[in-house]
């Protein structure tokens, strides 16, 4: 049951990159039980159309699945025409796809680097601005990029990543300050691990999970409904003044760190 109204986002278009698996099917998922019609997008129309199909039978709300590649604006371009033929508008942009695998800086080939930051940075950017061009200026809305809190310190084995969130919350902050005047509220959520998705079975396979859990604060890793519940949040009218941030929603495991291994999680 959740604590949200759940007609908290009726009339609302949610377009959400990454939408169909994982964090953001999640949160796709939360957006259209509180009233949302959405659009998701990956690279993959197969993974988005049985997606769709499963999000709109669980919430009862409309779901359409668009291909794109996020590091091809023209695509962009078309799956938000596609969004704004269907449903007459986009008052919420999702950016949540992403690529990531564990690697040392040392064995990244220049093309490694570059493929991660395009897709997290560089396809960030250029989702927010097709989404102003297109809708947003004239129209307001909310947009809500997925970070990392890689970054905050550093993280061996993820200098691309941790570059390229880095890149996302400067993204964030700045676009937050020229737009805020039309209406457009900007935020970011920075989730720690979250159990069962692709992130973790890449970056903490095996034993690793343990040493992980271990460095988490409350004992655990995230649901994708915990976080799914921060991105409602920022959606509604209860985040109004919150503008340019980034939550972190990661039961204090950047706090932690290695410290809390000490005390053997
Ligand atoms: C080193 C690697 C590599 C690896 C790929 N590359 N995997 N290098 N270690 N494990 C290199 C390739 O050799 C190539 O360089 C370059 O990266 C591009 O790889 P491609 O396979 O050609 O790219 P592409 O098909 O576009 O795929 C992008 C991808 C892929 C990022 C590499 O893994 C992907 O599509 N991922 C999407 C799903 C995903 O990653 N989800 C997890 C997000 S989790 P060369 O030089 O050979 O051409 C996340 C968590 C953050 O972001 C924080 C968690 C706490
Ligand atoms: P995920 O399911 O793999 O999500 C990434 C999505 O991005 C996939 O749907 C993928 O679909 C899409 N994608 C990748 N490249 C794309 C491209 N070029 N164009 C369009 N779409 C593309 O992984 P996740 O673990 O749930 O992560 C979701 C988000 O949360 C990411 O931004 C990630 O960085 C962030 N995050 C995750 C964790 C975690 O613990 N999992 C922690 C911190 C932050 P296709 O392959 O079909 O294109």
Redesign the pocket.
């Given at each position: 049951m959740s604590v949200f109204r759940e007609d908290v986002l009726e009339g609302k278009v949610a377009f959400v990159?990454?939408g169909?698996?994982?964090?953001?099917k999640g949160i796709t998922k939360a957006l259209m039980a509180h009233g949302a019609k959405a659009v998701i997008?990956?690279?993959?129309q197969e993974?988005l159309d049985a997606a769709a199909k499963e999000l709109a039978e669980a919430t009862e709300s409309e779901c359409l699945g668009v291909a794109?590649?996020?590091?091809q604006p023209e695509t962009v371009e078309a799956a938000l025409d596609r969004a704004l033929e269907r449903f007459g508008g986009v008052d919420v942009v999702v950016n949540?796809?992403?690529?990531?695998f564990l690697a040392p800086a040392a064995q990244l080939s220049y093309n490694a680097f570059r493929t991660v930051l395009e897709?997290d940075s560089i396809?960030t950017y250029t989702v927010c601005r097709a989404a102003f061009d297109k809708h947003l200026k004239a129209n307001g809305g909310t947009i809500l990029n997925?970070s990392?809190t890689l970054h905050y310190g550093a993280t061996p084995l993820q200098t691309h990543a941790a570059a390229a969130k880095a890149a996302v919350d400067a993204v964030t902050r700045s676009l937050a300050v020229e737009w805020g005047r039309l209406g457009i509220r900007v935020n970011g959520i920075a989730?720690?691990?979250?159990d069962g998705?692709?992130?973790?079975s890449r970056l903490a396979p095996g034993k690793a999970r343990d040493a992980m859990i271990a460095a988490i604060p409350i004992g655990r890793m995230g649901e994708i409904e915990e976080i799914a519940n921060v991105a409602l949040f920022l959606c509604t009218d209860a985040a109004s003044l919150i503008h340019g941030e980034t939550i972190v929603a990661d039961g204090g495991h950047w706090l932690g760190g290695p410290a809390m291994q000490l005390l053997g999680g």
């Open positions: 990159t990454g169909g698996s994982g964090i953001c997008t990956s690279r993959k993974r794109c590649d996020v590091r949540g796809a992403a690529g990531n897709i396809g997925i990392a989730p720690g691990p979250i998705t692709e992130g973790i």
